[in-house]
């Protein structure tokens, strides 16, 4: 049992493909934001290392906007860690054009098509409390 959560939630209306580049996004975020959280690299039976992943499990959650929206209210209002995912950023092609519309996006009422959020278990609980997992 972890103290911590890692709770990732997408919007269901998205197409699949965008609904795991979203997801891939999102988790960079947190390992970059909590190395901690990193697990140690991993080695085959013939001794061959491969890089590190996050040491506990990410619950994957979908819901619409309106839900994403309520969710990064609640996390901001718990201080969780909160890695926001943006619909305009689907039309950039790297990272400075991505936080150019991020910034240029509704600061209260984003676009949201996906975030990751991090922090004390009960916290991330009641900040994701109603939506459904992915199925």
């Known amino acids: 049992m972890f103290d911590t959560k ?7 209306d998205l197409a699949v493909w965008q609904k795991l580049n979203v997801a891939a996004f999102l988790a960079t975020g947190i390992a970059a ?3 901690r959280a990193l697990g140690e690299p991993y080695e085959d039976a013939a001794g061959r290392r491969y890089a590190r ?6 619950l994957v959650f979908v819901g619409g906007l309106d839900a994403l929206r309520a969710a990064r209210r609640k ?13 305009a950023m689907f039309s950039t092609g790297h990272d ?3 936080r150019e ?3 240029a996006d509704d600061a209260d009422a984003p676009d949201l098509v996906g975030l990751a959020l991090h922090g004390p278990r009960k916290d991330v609980d009641k900040a994701v409390k109603g939506l459904a997992l992915h199925g």
């Open 6 to 12: 890692v709770a990732l939630v997408v919007r269901e």
């Open 33 to 35: 934001e909590v190395p």
């Open 53 to 58: 992943m996050l040491g506990q499990p990410m």
């Open 75 to 87: 996390a901001l209002e718990r201080g969780l860690l909160v890695v926001p995912y943006v619909r």
């Open 96 to 98: 400075a054009a991505n």
């Open 101 to 103: 519309v991020f910034r």
